[in-house]
């Protein structure tokens, strides 16, 4: 496949959505946690249309609660990838080295990337990703599994991510609107920190509050893209 041809592609969007209505450090009743759980992912559904991704992407995934699996996900890209250029939004919870699916309990980690990752080695037509945006918790340590199966560009919590909103609204409205990927990131990151700093005040020492600190984003990738980008 030439590269013209390869850029004649239109755009696919996967989402991967699994709240799991996990508070980090807080044990919640089972209907408090379903009814975060529910109202979390429809909030993020809600934010793709009302900023345009619809009409941006030629094509949305979304897979959510039982689809929020490692088969899923990498059929998806595999699926995807091969009639078009593939963003993806990681809006789950992580852990080192991990994306967390379904219920909590369907940890998509090496056991899921790793074939896959072989599989790209062996025949990089496999795959066309583009940028990979996530607010999951530790993503900083699955960003160099993503840019060796292809990716771009990519983001990264150093480690808990405190920080879901307004990071994923700020990134999304900036990243649909046409900015580069790592203007939107940072911007995302600013205003969170903007905000959250008027709650979360500075240590004796006066650095940033512990939890702005772990959810620092970090911008990895070979480069910079716009949405827009051939």
């Known amino acids: 496949m030439s590269k013209h041809q390869n850029y004649q592609k239109p755009l696919a969007l996967i989402v991967f959505l699994e709240n799991i209505g996990h508070i980090h450090g807080l044990h919640l009743p089972q209907w408090v946690m379903d009814l975060i759980d529910f109202s979390t992912e429809e909030y993020a559904k809600l934010l793709l249309r009302l900023y345009g991704a619809y009409r941006r992407y030629d094509k949305i995934i979304i897979l959510e609660d039982k689809q929020a699996t490692g088969s899923a996900l990498v059929e ?8 078009h250029r593939v963003d993806v939004l990681l809006l789950v919870h992580g852990n080192r080295g991990c994306l967390i699916g379904y219920k909590g309990k369907e ?4 056991e899921t990337f790793q074939p896959l990752l072989d599989a790209y080695r062996q025949n990089p037509a496999l795959l066309n990703l583009r940028m990979v945006y996530g607010i999951n918790c530790y ?6 599994t993503w840019l060796a199966l292809g990716a771009q560009a990519v983001n990264g919590a150093l480690g808990i ?7 994923l609204s700020v990134f999304l409205y900036n990243w649909l609107k046409g900015r580069r990927y790592s203007q939107a990131v940072q ?44």
Do not use: Y
């Open 187 to 230: 911007r995302s990151n600013q205003q969170a920190n903007q905000i959250w700093r008027k709650i979360l005040k500075p240590d004796p020492m006066g650095d940033d509050h512990p939890w702005l600190q772990s959810s620092r984003q970090i911008v990895f990738g070979v480069r910079d893209i716009t949405i827009d980008s051939l």
């Open 76 to 83: 998806s890209l595999l699926r995807a990838s091969q009639t």
């Open 161 to 167: 991510n405190w920080l879901p909103e307004p990071s």
């Open 139 to 144: 993503g900083s340590t699955l960003t160099e």
């Open 107 to 110: 940890l998509v980690g090496a």
